[in-house]
């Protein structure tokens, strides 16, 4: 918390990133021209790129954007996608994610982002900067195209842990509220906690038992708890964070995911049916466009790693220039509020459980 | 599995299809009228219409199509939407729903369709018709539109349990293959366990062994097991029948639900944007009408309750008369084809279990 009045006095320094530029499956190109075109929007982010400083050298030489503004910091060697978790944590000590990880655990970004790997970034991100205390499991939030004002909830967990008791449903309440506040600019987030029914008596044990958790701990945590919500109020407007254990969650999005593309397929076959609707689809080009970017995931790519001694962005492997620069904006957005430093109070500030106390 | 020459060479009798009428949030009026619809459709069903004959009377006397092929059971009493399950079972013996459930237990009916309160069906299903010998936890199965041929893969559980254990999962593989036979006429449905990656090693540790079990039957129980698939294939083609536990299976199909209710109302605002695109809409009118007719959930409304001695075919609650049409089409084509004989003989005819022989 202190970090944040050590700046304000001085003259404003740019924002650091922390950014893995091997990662994905696009390869390093198409991350140094997100951090271009994240440079161009934004003139208070500078970058640290994390890799092969032989291929990202020319990469970066082109432009012009990131002169004086981007230090490669050289790393031989890269997590692929099928590289497993724990061989990674014993022999990934010279790769791009590791790397780009100690940034942060030195202090000197506040947050990284890697286009790489989910299941070695979150255990890489575990053992090197460690847990927040009072928190169990760390979550993985995303922002789901939704109904509501801002025109996106946070959910989380969608996929850091496949259980969670209601201690940890408890915490992820706490921390998607931190989120919603500094992500999205919500003074008093909703918070609905993901279950098969809305009636109090339905759901798993552990659901019963968080409800009240977090119930008790909405005055003092600043967000009101519309109890449980169902998959329909997801996309809905009943809650702006739903909380839930990373296999539902996970789940959850993929479907989600799923079935958006599957209607999109549908919609450009029903469009491309007849000369007359191939006629509709030109006249309604831009209105669908203007669609396609409300629900369009790439605008608000990136999955925040919660609950760790720094905020770590995960954007999508198959990522492109626009979604790694959206990527970035989040985690320049992120480190700029000082979120991580208010999400940590938050979750030392709840009132303390039984289990935490142990 | 005999059943089903008994009738071939016997003149074809009319399938009897037993109709809770006074379920559901639209009323009686609407499912005579899916009643009547049906009737038009299928000239070999006939009704058992459940329900207060001084309502039902005079709305089936005004449809011309179920002359002679409907009969009134008279029961005073309705389970509303809000009726405790719990509290069904110990008072609710006048009800149309256990009238409906009724016809069934005695065998004079091979299905019963019914609108109404979900648990409370579910309840009185299971008490009344009690569980097939083997099966542990029955459960509800629904179509959910997708890429593969046929356009809809099956997906259970959905909601009858909130928990499943491995033997539970392997009982879903073999109900799900029944259903997906007789119901979408697949000779060999491929069986994919729902889970948060595809990898063998990932997942809660009933997955794991619910994989082997499942794996292990796949050849005496004529599918083809696909192995681990997550929440996007449910909408895709990886496979066409989806295994998962009650509560996962329902949080992703509400939430497939919301998602596309969510893109068709941004659809629709982008389409009343501007002159252009309104007449865009006018032009495509037709496209979009058969895209919305192919992802319409009325046009295959019924999830079914499998895995007791009878079927029962849950239909929406506020389904429309095409959407209770659709359930009975549903319920005779699972009655002609002798379905559950088949589902019972396949889950008795799986190899058994260390735990099933306890």
Redesign the interface.
């Known amino acids: 918390m202190t970090a944040a009045t050590d700046q304000s006095s001085a003259k404003p320094q740019p924002t650091l990133i922390s950014v893995d530029a091997m990662g994905g499956d696009q390869g390093p190109a198409i991350v140094v021209a997100g951090c271009s075109t994240s440079a161009k929007l934004n003139p208070d982010i500078a970058f640290i790129l994390h890799g092969d400083k032989a291929v990202l050298g020319p990469l970066v030489n082109k432009r012009r954007e990131l002169e004086g503004r981007c230090e490669i910091r050289h790393a031989s060697d890269v997590v692929t996608m099928d590289d497993k978790p724990s061989q990674v944590l014993r022999t990934g000590k010279d790769t791009s994610m590791w790397s780009a990880i100690e940034s942060v655990r030195s202090g000197e970004a506040a947050v990284a982002v890697s286009c790489g790997n989910t299941g070695a970034l979150m255990a890489l991100s575990m053992i090197r900067l460690k847990k927040l205390p009072g928190v169990n499991r760390p979550a993985i939030a995303v922002l789901y ?3 509501n004002r801002q025109g996106f909830n946070v959910m989380l967990d969608v ?1 850091a842990d ?2 969670a008791d209601a201690e940890d449903l408890l915490r992820y309440a706490l921390m998607g509220t931190s989120y919603a506040r500094n992500g999205m600019a919500l003074t008093r987030p909703r918070v609905g906690l ?1 279950n ?1 029914g809305t009636e109090e008596h339905k ?2 044990s552990e659901l019963k038992e968080a409800y009240e958790l977090i119930r008790d701990q909405q005055q003092s945590a600043g967000f009101d708890f519309v109890g449980f919500v ?7 407007d009943r809650a702006d964070v739903i909380v ?1 254990d ?3 969650g ?14 999109g ?3 450009r ?3 491309e ?2 000369p ?2 191939r ?6 080009y ?3 466009q ?2 396609k970017r ?2 369009d995931p790439r605008r608000v790519n990136g999955g925040v790693f919660l609950g760790l001694n720094g905020t770590v962005v995960k954007s999508h492997g198959s990522a492109d220039a626009t979604g790694v620069s959206a990527a970035i904006k989040l985690a320049a957005h992120l480190s700029d509020s000082k979120f991580n430093d208010k999400l940590a109070a938050r979750v030392a500030a709840a009132q303390p459980t039984e289990e935490a106390l142990t």
């Open positions: 195209p939704s109904s996929g496949v259980r993901l098969v759901g798993r169902e998959g329909s109020d997801i996309a809905g839930t990373g296999f539902t996970n789940v959850a999005i993929k479907t989600g995911e799923g079935t958006a593309s599957m209607i397929n549908r919609l076959e029903a469009f049916y007849s007359l609707s006629l509709a689809s030109l006249l309604a831009t209105s669908l203007r669609l409300k629900i």
